[in-house]
């Protein structure tokens, strides 16, 4: 099975800074990796897909990079609606596996 | 508008069973694979089952094979789980999901359904 890893698994960030989680695979995912941000008490909604691809509907400050086994979420400018969990998960091979969450509050 | 209604949650005993539902509407049903995906309380994300988009091929999470089983009703436009020999650790919210994962991101969630299991 593929193992995902987070880094950090929480941080606190003030309104308009630039905020980066990173996101590591345990073997070559190529490119099929995904972010998902939740709220609490709310189901998961997708932000990035294929590592890059910006869902239709998302904030133009999320982006996301990288390929292989490492990649990145980033958050040019934090907005208030921005404090959440960010989940990546890969679709390479099943089982399709999560990271387990790096939680964004407020500083 | 496209939607996933989850529902059959609730409480069981352990060594219960229970039978999840999700009702889809708003696209082609039965031109996507689907999936199930649970969190329990405070915890993260966990895939739990996915299936073809003519039931042809089924796949689960190691914890739960031989106890649950994902079916589909394209005619009723109808997901369902269902869960045999349940564990204390499988108390969750259940999501249903649009697509079966295999080189596709999860689009779409339901709400999810809260399942407790407990004596």
């Known amino acids: 099975d593929i193992q995902m890893t987070q880094s950090p698994s929480s941080l606190s960030a003030s309104v308009g800074d630039r905020v980066t989680i990173t996101c590591r695979a345990s073997q070559s995912i190529t490119s099929f990796l995904n972010w998902y941000q939740q709220k609490p008490g709310k189901a998961p909604k997708l932000l990035i897909y294929?590592?890059?691809s910006l869902q239709s509907g998302v904030p133009s400050r999320f982006s996301g990079s990288g390929s292989g086994t490492d990649f990145t979420l980033t958050i040019s400018s934090l907005q208030p609606e921005d404090f959440a969990t960010y989940y990546c998960q890969q679709s390479y091979s099943g089982p399709f596996t999560f990271g387990p969450g790096t939680k964004v509050d407020i500083k | 508008e496209v939607q996933l209604v989850e529902s059959g949650g609730g409480l069981v005993q352990p060594g219960g069973s229970l039978r999840l539902s999700c009702a889809a509407s708003g696209f082609t049903f039965s031109t996507y694979g689907m999936t199930w995906v649970r969190q329990a309380p405070g915890k993260g994300l966990e895939w739990v089952a996915s299936?073809?988009?003519?039931?042809?091929?089924?796949n689960y999470v190691d914890s739960v094979k031989g106890r649950f089983t994902i079916s589909r009703d394209n005619a009723k436009n109808s997901l369902y789980l269902q869960m045999n020999s349940l564990r204390a650790e499988d108390t969750a919210v259940y999501y249903c999901?649009?697509?079966?994962?295999?080189?596709?991101?999860?689009?779409?969630w339901g709400q999810g359904t809260m399942v407790t299991v407990s004596s």
């Open positions: 299936i073809k988009q003519d039931g042809s091929e089924k």
């Open positions: 999901v649009r697509g079966s994962g295999y080189r596709y991101p999860f689009y779409i």
């Open positions: 294929a590592a890059s």
